[in-house]
Structures are given as C-alpha cells and as structure tokens.
C-alpha cells in the first residue's frame, strides 16, 4: 500500500529531528521515543520509519530497529512530504473514474493531457494507484483500472456482506488475539476521535478504518474470510472516498471503533461481535442513505 500523507509526514518530522542534530550516524532509533517526541502513536512512526528506510535516510539494526545512515547536508534530497496537488489529482482520477468519464483502458498520454500533469507527477500518482489495487500496468503498453463498486445497490450490498462476516470472524474457533495490532490499531482510532479526524482527507481516513476492520479480521485465521474482506475493501474504495460521513458523525463511528477494540482487548469476544454487528448496520444504513440523498 502507498504510504498515506500521515506517514508522510511523520517521515517528513523525523527528517527534520535528524537534521536538527538529534541523532548522529549510527544512532539508533526508538519507535517509542520517537511517538512521545512527535506526539503521535507508534503505528504510523513504524510506517515512517519503513519509508526512510526506502529512501535510504534509515537502515535495519541488527538488534531490531532502525539506525540513522544519513545526516545533516545529505538529507538535502530527501523527499518524503505528498504535496496537496497530488493529492487532489489523485481524487480527480478516483472520482472520474467512479462517474464513469474513464474507460477501462487509458495511456499515460491520455492521462498527462487532461490532467496537465508532467510525467514524475503522473508517475507518482499511477503508482500510488497502482499500489492501492484499481488499476494495473498492462502488458508493454497502458493501464487497466480494476473493477469498483459503482451502484447504489452494490455498495448497500457490500455493506451487508461485512454485516455478515465480520462479527462471524471475531467468532471463528480458531480466532486469536493479535493484541499488539489491536492497541496499534486501538490508538489510531482514538486519536482520530480526540480531534484528528478534522486534519485528514477521505482517502486517509478510509485507510485508517480499513486498517482497523482487517486487524480484527487477521486475527480470525481464516485465510478465505480475511481475502474476503481485502477483496470487498478493494472494490469499495473509490465511492467510499465520495461518501464518507461527515466528520462531526465520523468521530461516534470512531469511537465506536475505539470500544469494539476494548471489548476485544479485555477477552470479551461475543460482545465485540455484537457491538461490530450494531457498528456495521448503523454506518450501512448511513452512508447508503447519504447515497440516495445525493
């Protein structure tokens, strides 16, 4: 998956740290001191860190970790910020293609045009794309986008499908506890419930409730329940960017999110399941009726 301009700019902050003569060479950096310096929990610290990993400003410690590689005048070149250009091209694409002014198959040319894009901006954003599922490099030449839900009763359908899954996985037999994953997961949504759910765009925060709902999935060890909801969150992530709920009524979703994660953290597995059973019919009957309205 693309790193989400959270990540981003986590990355962005810990490259400054560096630059600010906070960590020489060889210094090893903690993800818990980082988060408590940056105010931000460890989930998307870790996130960041793989990223600067990538660009070379970071590389594995042998005991586990990162150490610092690249300081002062040598992270001059580093870029790790998205810019907002990008991120409204971005959900220009996702909204054209969701009303159906793309077709199936497109040419980088075709897309440079009328986007008025330059090709590393269009790159940057087709691998973005790319990377998130919806469209695929065809073979020496152009790009595919991938099936999405576009109907009214398709997205209600989708919405019934998770109702029956979800709460069912959090029942499997072979259901375990991944408590780590849950808390990480846990804290994103409580953050985003304090406040934070006012700095974030409808891409971001579909990531951020995607990841929540396929934590809780993962820990079900069913491989086919967990394909079937990577599959579903795939197909709905275009119009979920157009009907994501109004923020004042997103932070109670969240929050909801935040007590299903403690009833799974304190061994209270029927309940979490019944409470993900009410969250899912509530936020369905939602956002289909945001759907209709429109």
């Known amino acids: 998956m693309a790193p989400t301009p959270l990540t981003r700019q986590v990355a962005a902050r810990i490259v400054d740290y560096i630059r600010d003569g906070q960590a020489d060479p060889g210094t090893r950096l903690v993800e818990r001191t980082l988060a408590e310096h940056l105010r931000v929990s460890r989930s998307p610290v ?3 860190l793989r990223l600067l990993e990538d660009t070379g400003v970071v590389a594995p410690a042998e005991r586990g970790g990162y150490t610092v590689v690249r300081t002062g005048e040598q992270l001059d070149d580093v870029a790790v910020e998205d810019t907002s250009d990008d991120e409204a091209i971005y959900l220009r694409i996702a909204a ?12 980088e040319s075709a897309l440079a045009r009328r986007y008025d894009l330059s090709p590393a901006d269009l790159n940057r954003t087709l691998r973005r794309i790319s990377t998130e599922g ?3 490099r065809l073979p020496g030449y152009g790009w595919e986008f991938q099936p999405a839900l576009t109907s009214e009763r398709a997205y209600a359908d989708s919405y ?15 259901f375990a506890l991944d408590r780590r994953a849950i808390e990480e997961v846990r804290a994103q949504q409580r953050k985003l419930a304090d406040g934070a759910i006012f700095e974030v765009g409808n891409a971001e925060l579909f990531a951020l409730n995607r990841t929540f709902h396929e934590a809780i999935m993962e820990c079900s060890g069913n491989t086919f ?7 579903i969150d795939n197909l709905r992530r ?3 960017y157009r009907r994501s709920l109004e923020r004042d009524r997103a932070i109670i979703r969240c929050r909801e999110h935040v007590e299903i994660a403690d009833l799974l953290l304190a061994g209270r597995s029927a309940d979490a399941a019944e409470r ?18 429109r």
């Open 96 to 107: 054209d293609r969701l009303d159906g002014e793309l077709p199936d198959r497109v040419t």
């Open 160 to 174: 019934r499908y998770r109702l029956i899954i979800e709460p069912a996985a959090i029942l499997e037999p072979t």
């Open 276 to 293: 993900m059973r009410d969250h899912l019919g509530t936020v369905g009957e939602e956002k289909v009726a945001d759907g209709a309205r």
């Open 134 to 136: 919806w469209i695929e």
């Open 238 to 240: 275009l119009i979920e």
């Open 46 to 48: 870790r996130s960041a």
């Open 225 to 231: 329940l967990i394909d079937a909801l990577r599959r």
